[in-house]
């Protein structure tokens, strides 16, 4: 089993349209949550990081549920810039982040 | 604007020969990491440095892979011979003191295809 999973996608809405991408990840000593996004052929970046009380930023609001092991990336008002591949990524304290596989989103007019 | 630069940007090789991967990271980062994405398996932690020493090898095929960081301004990642399976794309990236994810720098990439 990988230590991150994510749903695959590719997640086809229309703009304006509201989109969640959820994420399991297996080690419970996990201790640093993010989203990263990944345009094609370009490198990953980050979007934002993952707080346990949950945190927004802007139109983007990301959630932790450490009881169930679960992160979950909601996007509202869904825009064509929005199309990219999303990566779930988790970290236990100091060391190297572990990628999901990333689900894909494509936003269409 | 610092960036994490890495060369080549595409490379198409033979299978047999041998392929150098070059990566410098953000002046001052102190943590460099290589991984390798492909569309199966996803981005994959190949080898980590702290400091130039190799912390975490354990992703990466012994037999033909090698990274090493001669100065803090270089790390590369070789493989020889390179097969058809090791087509993907390898992304450098470096960090300052550890692997939070609200630090760490991806280069553009290498994307290599093996024929």
């Known amino acids: 089993r990988k230590e991150v999973e994510q749903d695959p996608g590719p997640f086809n809405v229309p703009e304006g349209a509201t989109v969640a991408f959820n994420c399991t990840y297996s080690?419970?000593?996990?201790?640093?949550f993010f989203w990263y996004r990944q345009d094609c052929r370009k490198e990953p970046k980050l979007l934002m990081s993952v707080y346990s009380s949950g945190n927004e930023d802007g139109r983007f609001t990301a959630q932790l549920n450490r009881a169930s092991q679960y992160i979950s990336l909601l996007i509202r008002d869904s825009k064509l810039s929005d199309s990219a591949t999303y990566l779930c990524?988790?970290?236990?304290?100091?060391?190297?982040?572990?990628f999901g596989k990333g689900t894909r989103l494509s936003v269409i007019a | 604007d610092a960036r994490v630069t890495q060369t080549p940007r595409d490379k198409v090789t033979e299978m047999g020969q041998e392929v150098t991967m070059r990566c410098q990271p953000i002046l001052g980062h102190n943590t460099v990491f290589w991984y390798r994405q492909t569309m199966m398996q996803g981005l994959e932690l190949l080898a980590y440095f702290r400091n130039r020493a190799p912390l975490d090898d354990s992703g990466m095929p012994k037999d033909r892979f090698s990274a090493e960081m001669p100065d803090a301004t270089l790390a590369t990642l070789k493989i020889q011979p390179s097969e058809p399976r090791d087509s993907a794309v390898y992304f450098c990236a470096s960090a300052l003191d550890g692997s939070s994810g609200n630090t760490i720098y991806f280069g553009e990439g290498s994307w290599l295809t093996v024929v």
């Open positions: 080690n419970s000593a996990s201790q640093s």
């Open positions: 990524v988790v970290s236990s304290g100091n060391t190297p982040l572990v």
